[in-house]
Nanobody, 123 residues
Framework: QVQLVESGGGLVQAGGSLRLSCAAS????????MGWFRQAPGKEREFVAC????????YYTDSVKGRFTISRDNAKNTVYLQMNSLKPEDTAIYYC????????????????WGQGTQVTVSS
């Protein structure tokens, strides 16, 4: 049983930073790529970033390039999303997910999902 548990969300002012974490269990974490998605109120869930199994390659959606950084620590079975220069439009529930394809930007390419963590950016 694969489990993904996100943490680190919260309320921050525009221009601020947050670091999200996603702790994984239930399979060999280091063998699989990981991704972050987000869903804003009234919108569909969208891809944010993904990282290859060894952290050697990353891929981002255009709207977060230069502001967000995805990373992973395979010794801790954890993937991170460092979010800087946050904007009100970054407000969403953020989900981590794991699959078997890299790079993967579609939800269907991920088999396991966390429950999400809320990020709210005030203006």
């Amino acid at each position: 049983q694969v489990q993904l548990v996100e943490s680190g969300g919260g309320l921050v002012q525009a221009g601020g930073s947050l670091r999200l974490s996603c702790a994984a269990s239930g399979r060999t974490f280091s063998n699989y790529p990981m991704g972050w998605f987000r869903q804003a109120p009234g919108k569909e869930r969208e891809f944010v970033a993904c990282i290859v199994w060894d952290g050697g390659s990353t891929y981002y959606t255009d709207s977060v390039k230069g502001r967000f950084t995805i990373s992973r620590d395979n010794a801790k079975n954890t993937v991170y999303l460092q979010m800087n220069s946050l904007k009100p439009e970054d407000t969403a529930i953020y989900y981590c997910a794991t699959g078997s394809i890299y790079p993967a930007v579609r939800e269907i390419q991920y088999q396991y999902w966390g429950q999400g963590t809320q990020v709210t950016v005030s203006s």
